[in-house]
Nanobody, 124 residues
Framework: QVRLVESGGGLVQAGDSLRLSCTTSESSFGTYTMGWFRQAPGKEREFVAAIRTSSHTYYSDSVKGRFTISRGNVKNTIYLQMDTLKPEDTAVYYC??????????????????WGQGTQVTVSS
């Protein structure tokens, strides 16, 4: 079982920035496509961003141009840089690992491993 640990969430104001981190001790981390999803109260978990082993990145339309996913220089870590945050970005953010094909990386059911989540709250 791959263990993923998210950190970096918090309470910020609209327009502020946050950087989320997701770390694992799993040695095969580099062989997975890594994704960030979020879940607001009463809503389904939704795709935010993903980065493949090739470092190609993919984003939802709602965050494109504001969020950046990257693999860190620190081994086995990915980041989600979130800029120009909006109240509608408020949610629990989860990182996940998948070996799904490109057409499926926005599908949360295709992810094999998940972290425990980190809360992001954006006040207006």
């Amino acid at each position: 079982q791959v263990r993923l640990v998210e950190s970096g969430g918090g309470l910020v104001q609209a327009g502020d920035s946050l950087r989320l981190s997701c770390t694992t001790s799993e040695s095969s981390f580099g062989t997975y496509t890594m994704g960030w999803f979020r879940q607001a109260p009463g809503k389904e978990r939704e795709f935010v961003a993903a980065i493949r082993t090739s470092s190609h990145t993919y984003y939802s339309d709602s965050v494109k141009g504001r969020f950046t996913i990257s693999r860190g220089n620190v081994k086995n870590t990915i980041y989600l840089q979130m800029d120009t945050l909006k109240p509608e970005d408020t949610a629990v953010y989860y990182c996940g690992a998948t070996r799904a094909v490109l057409s499926s990386i926005r599908d949360s059911t295709m992810y094999l491993h998940w972290g425990q989540g980190t809360q992001v709250t954006v006040s207006s």
